[in-house]
């Protein structure tokens, strides 16, 4: 007769990461290594710690047919080596180790930050954030650096010092470590805030311990336990079906059969029908070329609008509170999170969405501006949200000079700061608060005055999916970079029509010759926009050899004068006479200083040129890395 071959059962979390420690709890071998960054560690936590639910996990009973080779959760001691596991996780990995090397594991965490730098912290609950409803939870997950102290002004001044006891409790920041026995830390926390005066402290830390982490004791996790009668080929499809991923839940979906139920149609709003143009196809066709397919905001996501919408509304809802006489955290948040859009009520969308659709066209507008053509070329998405509630909150005001001159500098300094990179919602919400505010003569928002721009970050930048590498490519075509070969400034016209493109200065077979690393010539130093044909032209020579091509032409190109070429090249902030003689590193140089003055320009401020360190080691950083540290002098 046949039977189930799995089963489910809610388990205690401490059990599950006390499993892990013993290694009665483990991985196959052909599990991925852990690779969670710092966000999503912290995102994490602050599910467990609100009892929200993280999904099921799916193990693996041993001892039967299928005999993968077990190891260790990473960061368990040897004896979980050691030990014989009696289930392996098949689903759930990332979660359950980045859980155990926070809590349980009592050591600093090696992660990543968003900008994939290695680094070591340690995590904590900011507890009064944690206590303060209209605080989101993650931000109130805290992670410092491994000697527990948060420094800023490039390590000249300490903002948070938790490397005592004392300290932590002083600052009410709770450390993760000790989430499932804290009566060591509360002992010492009575004793440090002891007496009648400080009852209000220690009544804090009770009602964080009720609210907050006997939500850590008491968590259970869904596991389903295939048997260890399961085949190899059942456990081998299981494996790749949980593993493979699946569409989130979307909010969209979620609030279009809300307003469904007051006879609205959403989805119609968006995707159109025979009928009438959808909103979507009305993006898709904003700003768009004859012979592109897209325009600059089509990849704007219908989840994006109404983002852009929660902001105008959460920000009334805050107004009719100062209205009322409410202040503090009295005050609902400004947001356009996930919760925010489900919360949205239908007749706030149709109070904003025409406003919002015309700041998103709007924004297309100033992208060009920018000489932002292609969705390819768009340094941040998630900022194109911010900028276009910006512009439909200002209207068309943003059009006069001292008002775009503004919005231009906090664009330039979000792409450069690499700020909308993670942590986006918040980002977005303060910056539709702030931006307004600041071209009214308020003070600068924090996406202007937090951002400090490393000179050496220009040897780095060599992906082409990075935000600032583009922003280098889109800030030369818009200072006027003429084509070496036409002469053409890169408008919208010549962009398309000539198929324009990031290349080479000195070209790639050339320096391989020379023996220069990629991880030094694929620098954005060495890059600049030029024309597919005139890219042809250059060829894989050094480039004494194609500047010499161009002067003399051929019967598909006109010769073109030594000095007007000379002139083209200096539009690129290229030095002509350093690339006549081949003269690669001094041309790097060279060329990294002019640079820099482009992003200081851009910004509106200093870039940092010491020798200070940033926190962290490159992933994945190798000899060629090493190699471009030498060779290309700040």
């Known amino acids: 007769m046949a039977g189930s071959t799995f089963k489910t059962n809610p388990i205690d979390l401490i059990e599950l990461l006390e499993d892990c420690h013993r290694g009665k709890l483990q991985l196959p071998d052909f599990q991925r290594s852990w690779v969670w960054d710092e966000d999503r560690i912290k995102g994490l936590i602050a599910s467990i710690s609100r009892s929200f639910p993280v999904g099921a996990l799916m193990a693996l009973d041993t001892g039967g047919e299928v005999n993968f080779k077990p190891r260790p959760v990473e960061g368990a001691p040897t004896e979980a080596t050691n030990a014989t596991p009696q289930s392996l996780l098949l ?104 007496g009648n005066e400080h009852e209000g402290m ?11 982490l006997e939500n850590f004791k008491s968590y259970r996790v869904p596991v389903i336990s295939l048997d260890s009668a399961t085949s190899k080929e059942a456990v081998c499809v299981v494996f ?37 143009k959808g909103r979507h196809r009305r993006f898709v066709d904003t700003m768009r070329p004859a012979d592109s397919e897209a325009g600059i905001i089509a ?54 969405e025409k406003q919002v659709e ?144 990031i290349h080479h200065i000195f070209p790639q077979d050339w320096c391989k010759k020379q023996g220069i690393k990629p991880a030094i010539y694929d ?8 024309s597919f044909r005139t890219n042809r032209i250059i060829g894989g020579v050094a480039p004494s050899e194609y500047l010499t091509k161009l002067e003399k032409g051929d019967k598909q190109t006109p010769a073109i004068e030594r000095n007007r070429l000379d002139e083209y090249l200096r539009t690129h902030l290229i030095d002509p006479a350093l690339l006549r003689s081949d003269a690669f590193e001094t041309f790097m140089g060279d060329r990294q200083k002019l640079l820099l003055e482009l992003i200081e320009q851009a910004t509106g401020k200093a870039a940092y040129t010491g020798d200070a360190s940033e926190e962290g080691v490159d992933v994945g950083g190798d000899a060629d890395t090493a190699e471009a540290e030498m060779v290309i002098k700040s």
């Open 299 to 352: 990849n704007v996501s219908n989840t994006d609008f109404l983002q852009a919408i929660s902001l105008f509304y959460t920000r009334e809802r805050r107004r009719e509170a100062e209205r009322a006489g409410k202040a503090g955290k009295e005050l609902p948040a400004v947001i356009g999170n996930r919760q925010a859009l489900l919360n949205l009520p239908l007749s706030a969308y149709k109070q904003y």
């Open 240 to 276: 790749e079906k949980v593993n493979t991923g699946g569409k989130a839940l979307d909010a969209f979906e979620l609030v279009t059969a809300m307003y469904a139920a007051e006879g609205h149609e959403l989805r119609k709003d968006w995707y159109g029908d025979d009928e009438h």
């Open 358 to 501: 015309h700041g998103f066209m709007q924004a297309a507008k100033f992208l060009h501006m920018q000489h932002i053509y292609r969705i390819f070329d768009l340094p941040y998405q998630s900022q194109l949200v911010a900028l276009a509630a910006i512009i439909a909150d200002i209207g068309e005001a943003w059009e006069h000079e001292a008002n775009r001159a503004k919005l231009v500098r906090w664009y330039w300094n979000g792409v450069f700061g690499e700020l909308y990179g993670s942590a986006v919602e918040s980002r977005i919400a303060r910056d539709f608060m702030e931006v307004p505010r600041w071209l009214q003569g308020g003070p600068e928002p924090s996406t202007v005055s937090e951002v400090i721009f490393r000179a050496d970050r220009l040897k780095t930048m060599r992906m082409r999916l990075s935000a600032a590498y583009k922003g280098v490519n889109a800030l030369l075509m818009k200072v006027g970079a003429q084509d070496f070969r036409s002469g053409q400034k890169f408008d919208h016209t010549v962009f398309f029509g000539e198929n324009v493109d």
């Open 91 to 194: 689903d759930g990995q990332q979660r359950m180790t980045s859980l155990y090397q926070v809590t349980l594991r009592n050591k600093v965490v090696e992660t990543v930050t968003p900008k994939n730098k290695k680094v070591k912290r340690w995590f904590y609950i900011d507890i009064r954030k944690a206590l303060d409803p209209t605080v989101d939870r993650e931000e109130a997950i805290v992670g410092v650096p491994e000697d527990r102290i948060m420094r800023t002004d490039f390590g000249r001044e300490v903002i948070l010092d938790l490397s005592a006891p004392a300290n932590e409790y002083v600052a009410l920041m709770y450390p993760l470590t000790q989430v499932f026995d804290w009566d060591r830390w509360q002992d010492g926390f009575d004793q440090h805030w002891r």
């Open 202 to 212: 220690r009544d804090t830390f009770r009602a964080f311990k009720r609210q907050v």
């Open 523 to 530: 620098s954005i130093i060495n890059k600049t926009p030029l």
